[in-house]
């Protein structure tokens, strides 16, 4: 089949944006095999959905669906599909309405795009909208069976991992839907973990105390016996019991320290998933967010950190979620700039000025150009190379999704970089943190991010 000549003007807007709770509460089971798959084709193009949908049919696909790009919604909800192919093509606006709802079914539903641009491609490689796998046109039907291949073997895997996940359902506390619902699965699993982890690390813990109340009872107990030992065997036996209690101390050390972490990382996680308006203890936040980021072993190492906060924070009005990933996303992108220099060095300032809580990040790293400091908090915009944006990132939302998320607090932020030498990026929020008129509309927006 040859698609060179196929062309499209796709409709101007897509209508009536679904919800995540409609997208979410359709049912799924695993299909048993790749053709009991159900398949949505979406194009504008007559000839290419029928040409598609003839090769389904023929290769014995039972379930294989076609509609346009006026409604895919409608279709989307009424076809139930498992896997969706949409069709896009270089004279048509790159609409990601439709990818953007993807996004709360990406678990669920493997997308398979195909079209007949390069330039298309590589936008939706540096987008996180769902699409999981991309072919150019004219089709290569080896290709496509491949990809649906993998598609299937994927669809599998999420599925079977949602099943695991709803096993730990019974020990995991209810909690409202996080914001980020791609990474849902991987926290519950995780927090469930580190809630079975605590029964081994009490009894590890008490064993330990039992360990160096006994060491301490036999060193007694051979200092009372020594006229009748010689002076070479009671040394040795003095000098191995106290290299004992050594191991029996750092072991309860290493405990505590365990015990520290999963306490920290449980209560960053909870706050995390939450959508609770409280009064957010900034040095607190701090503090967690800080300990959070040390369980990246290069964080931990390889980055000199200079970290100075002014004590006794005034409380401010918000979501701990909201603070949380704008802090994240400001450091990971310092963490990206910093990656080719050999002496990596991250300032950490917060401090208060006048009615303001003023956050300083500041990197050694690569620094960036004066025309791209006006670009860099514009949505799809990205400073990393093709070959970053597939291995790290690279998305060009990270700080776009800072400003929205700082825009009901009337938060804001200032850059100041030399490219070679490094940036600095203040955090800016005003003490009267969430206004209370914008929180019932900021609830609607923010699960679009």
């Not at 669920?108 to 079209?115: A, D, G, H, P, Q």
């Not at 690390?201 to 330990?208: D, P």
């Not at 209560?267 to 900034?282: F, N, P, Q």
Request: proline share 4%.
């Amino acid at each position: 089949m040859n698609y060179d000549s196929l062309a499209v003007k796709q409709s101007d807007s897509l209508s009536s944006r679904l919800s995540p709770e409609s997208i979410l509460s359709l049912d799924h089971s695993i299909p048993a095999e790749l053709t009991d798959a159900r398949i949505l084709i979406i194009d504008s193009i007559e000839q290419t959905r029928t040409l598609l949908h003839s090769f389904f049919v023929n290769s014995d696909y039972k379930n294989c669906f076609t509609t346009n790009w006026d409604n895919p919604y409608e279709a989307f909800l009424k076809e139930n599909p498992d896997i969706i192919i949409p069709c896009i093509y270089a004279d048509c606006g790159l609409n990601t309405d439709f990818f953007e709802m993807l996004v709360h079914k990406r678990s669920m539903v493997e997308s398979i795009l195909i079209t007949d641009s390069r330039e298309i491609k590589a936008s939706f490689n540096a987008l996180p909208l769902g699409v999981c796998e991309i072919i150019l046109m004219p089709i290569c039907i080896d290709e496509l069976e491949s990809a649906l291949s993998r598609a299937y073997k994927r669809l599998k895997e999420n599925l079977n991992r949602r099943f695991i996940v709803s096993q730990f359902d019974a020990t995991i506390p209810p909690r409202t839907p996080r914001t980020e619902p791609t990474e849902t699965i991987d926290k519950r699993i995780i927090q469930g973990i580190i809630h079975n982890l605590n029964s081994p690390l009490s009894v590890m813990s008490g064993n330990a105390q039992l360990l160096e109340a006994g060491m301490a009872e036999l060193e007694n107990l051979v200092h009372s016996r020594k006229i009748y030992m010689e002076d070479s065997l009671y040394c040795d036996v003095v000098r191995k019991i106290q290299t004992f209690r050594h191991y029996v101390g750092n072991l309860m050390e290493s405990d505590d320290k365990m015990k520290d972490i999963l306490t920290s990382f449980l209560s960053k996680w909870r706050k995390d998933h939450s959508d609770k308006i409280e009064y957010v203890d900034l040095n607190e936040f701090l503090r967690l967010e800080m300990k959070y980021l040390d369980a990246n072993l290069d964080f931990k190492n390889q980055v000199t950190k200079i970290v100075e906060c002014q004590e006794n924070l005034p409380k401010i009005k918000g979501r701990y979620s909201d603070f949380s990933q704008v802090f994240h996303n400001l450091i990971s992108n310092a963490l990206d700039a910093m990656e080719t220099s050999d002496y990596k060095e991250l300032a950490l300032r917060c401090h208060q000025q006048g009615e303001e809580i003023r956050f300083e990040i500041e990197d050694n790293g690569c620094g960036i150009s004066e025309d791209n400091i006006q670009n860099i908090f514009k949505p799809f915009f990205t400073t990393k190379s093709a070959d970053d944006e597939t291995q790290r990132g690279g998305t060009g939302f990270g700080l776009y999704n800072c400003v929205h998320l700082m825009d009901p607090y009337g938060g804001r932020f200032e850059v100041s970089s030399e490219l070679g030498f490094g940036t600095k990026i203040t955090w800016i929020i005003p003490l009267t943190g969430l206004k209370e008129v914008d929180v019932e509309a900021q609830s609607g927006e923010r699960s679009r991010f």
